[in-house]
């Protein structure tokens, strides 16, 4: 059954895909719990807590998550809608991913969840070649294409809504 927000609606997420002054994309490390080998990189991003906004999640996962700080937040890229299992569970989630820049590359992760510090190995810069060549999971699993796209076009006039991805 997926895990849903109060009054069974998908779980609010706010995603950043954060660029560094040579364009390349922050990715976390992570893993199953019980099976390091089962494993992806994604962008940082989390839940909404409480009433905050979801560029407001943007920044405190951000922050929790890599230690950075010194932020520029842009505008919603993409919306996602998506479903997968993760420690056990069905994760049932609507993901909107804000454009950031930053020239603060070292990465820190300080305000990881219980959770988070079983499953998440680390952290990497990635240039669009290297996410084009990989032969590692990623998600979202187009991101080598978006972001070629976003960094010869420039972002959208408006969210682009990416095809639903169901593991």
Do not use: N
């Amino acid at each position: 059954m997926p895990v849903e927000a109060a009054g069974g609606a998908l779980r609010k997420v706010a995603r950043v895909v954060l660029l560094d002054p040579e364009d390349r994309v922050l990715l976390l490390h992570g893993h199953e719990p019980d099976d390091p080998a089962d494993d992806w990189w994604f962008t940082p991003g989390g839940g909404l807590e409480g009433a905050e906004s979801r560029a407001e999640a943007a920044l405190r996962e951000l922050r929790e998550e890599t230690g950075i700080t010194e932020v520029e937040l842009g505008p919603v890229l993409w919306r996602r809608r998506c479903s997968f299992p993760f420690a056990g569970r069905r994760w049932d989630q609507d993901e909107w991913y804000y454009l950031a820049r930053t020239a603060q590359t070292a990465t820190v992760a300080t305000g990881l969840t219980e959770l988070e510090r079983r499953t998440v190995a680390g952290a990497r810069w990635w240039t669009c070649r290297e996410l084009a060549r990989t032969r590692e999971t990623v998600y979202p699993t187009r991101l080598a294409g978006l972001l070629r796209t976003l960094l010869d076009e420039g972002p959208p006039a408006g969210p682009v809504t990416l095809d639903t991805e169901i593991v």
